[in-house]
């Protein structure tokens, strides 16, 4: 893995409409990017916030091009604080701002993600406003580019606010939720998409709108958790499952209680080791979505009823992605 590097940044002392949440959200993001669930470092990360940092427009555009500088494996560029929006496109602000020199231009900020060597360059704002990065002009007449490694997520659309509730940013908070675990995989990595298809499930047609953008081939990891299964246990799902589409037969001996040491009735034919480990395997499947009983509720009676049991649509994908040596 190639270094990765993380400026995150939190303003609430603006002095006109100050705000109360955005120090506390730069600080979680910032230690949630800093390592993995099982504690290994991640990313190298720079947090700036006002309740620490003397923060303007001159010295937050130079932490911005320092961010996306160099070849790094990912740069990511995290702001909350108070977003903007004139006839020439949205700025987020900076404590010194005054009216028509806001801050700092989103085009500015896609500039330097679009201009980077940077193999993965990735913006996420949480501002009002947010979503006129990497939008059209107001005029129409040009597309924003998006060059190729850019990804943008953002709390809102262009002509939305940000919510703050409880000391915190409701979409940092759904964020810092994804990061946790929430938009991990079966493997326990967490992309980029999975965390906008998190947030974008838990926010409501009539609430805030986050936006996502990319220009990628294929997402990257920002933060992995233990995984809910074994890996091993997944890999074996195609010793299995001969197909995507083959039906399991099961009877009573992958059952591990129906044996003769158990006082309940039994039948046969009785628990056999073999059966019982592979049985193991199939309800951990089960658990994370991958496998379900066939004809009947539960895996239980599928064994003991000489039922079976089959591949989920999300099973059938990590069939073909162990078929292909791809995890």
Known sequence: MGNRKALVVGIDDYSAVPLHGCVNDAEDVAALLSRNDDRSINFSVQLRTSKTDEINKPALKKWISDCFAGDDEIALFYFSGHGQIDACGGYIVTPDYAPMDWGISMQDILNYANNSKCQNKIIILDCCHAGSVGAINTLGQQTAIINEGVTILTASSFDEAAAEINGHGVFTELLTEALKGG????????????????????????EQRPVFKTNVKRFISLRTVIAPIDINIVRRI?????????????????????????EHKVIEPYSIEKNVAIFSDLQKL?????????????MYYAAMESKACKLTSVGQHYWRLVKENRI
């Not at 326990?188 to 998190?198: C, F, T």
């Not at 010793?239 to 059952?255: A, I, Q, R, V």
Request: aromatic share 10%.
């Open 286 to 298: 089960e658990s994370v979505g991958l496998v379900v009983p066939d004809g009947t509720p539960h």
């Open 238 to 262: 195609t010793d299995y499952f001969d197909e995507p589409t083959t039906k399991l037969p099961l009877n009573p001996s992958y059952e591990p209680t129906n044996n003769t040491k158990t």
């Open 183 to 206: 938009a991990a995989d079966i493997t326990g990595n967490i992309s980029p998409g999975s965390i906008y298809a998190y947030i974008d499930r838990a926010l409501g047609p009539w």
